[in-house]
């Protein structure tokens, strides 16, 4: 069945990857407040069998990351970063909530190595960025939590896995754990241009990167098909 709103999400998605790239801030500016919106459009009319309760956690969660989008336009700013990143809390709270509604428990060997990534990321904004640090990995411990959650094999028992991680499939609850890894990776990969691109090329095309896997892990996260009863 043809998905016009997630289709229209795609090409706003790329529009705002081309507008940080090339450093047209009007284009991102006209596209990235689009993204989210739509995923929520398509929420809305093709997510009518989710229960009434996570329809409302996918929905309050798309309308806070709708406020980070916005703030992040502006990823040089420190003070618009940590705004973003309460966003983002929100968003990953939510998410959270959701995929514990749908049965997601964390287990070990999915939760070990995102633990060691937080510590890394935290130990490097210590060092490099202090007054980052707090507000930062906070988020951190949020995106965590709801990647160990969305990546619980338990949510498409019926899916391939392995090292404990479902392998994407035609089911759409197969893909959240590849959502939920490539949410890490962007978010990752923002504090890594903080820190260390100081060039405005590699800053751009560092952006480009993280605007592309954000965009990708939110396709897959929000799926109505994935949330379904």
């Known amino acids: 069945m043809p998905r016009p709103l997630r289709a229209a999400y795609a ?7 081309l507008g940080a790239v090339t450093g047209r801030d009007r284009l991102q500016w ?30 309050g969660a798309l309308a806070a990351a709708t406020v980070g989008d916005v703030l992040l336009i502006d990823p040089d700013d420190d003070r618009r970063l940590v705004a973003g990143a309460s966003s983002f809390a929100v968003m990953q709270a939510g998410y959270a909530a959701l995929w ?13 190595p995102r633990v060691a990534a937080w510590f890394g990321a935290a130990a490097l904004l210590r060092v490099k960025a202090p007054n980052l640090v707090a507000p930062l990995a906070a988020y951190g411990a949020t995106l965590g939590t709801a990647a160990v959650l969305a990546s619980d094999p338990e949510l498409a028992p019926a899916a391939k896995t392995v090292a404990g991680m479902n392998v994407p499939g035609r089911d ?10 490539l ?47």
């Open 11 to 17: 090409g706003a998605a790329a529009v705002t990857v």
């Open 30 to 59: 006209f596209s990235k407040p689009l993204l989210m919106p739509l995923l929520a459009a398509d929420v809305r009319h093709g997510g009518r069998a989710l229960a009434p309760a996570d329809r409302a956690l996918l929905l």
């Open 100 to 112: 514990l509604r749908r049965g997601a428990r964390p287990r070990v060997a999915v939760a070990a």
């Open 172 to 181: 759409a609850r197969s893909r959240l754990g590849l959502g939920a890894l």
């Open 183 to 229: 949410f890490t990776l962007s978010d990752g990969l923002i504090v890594l241009r903080r820190l260390f691109a100081r060039s405005a090329r590699s800053r751009r095309v560092t952006e480009g990167v993280i605007l592309s896997t954000y965009a990708a892990a939110q396709y897959l996260l929000t799926d109505p098909r994935a949330h379904e009863s």
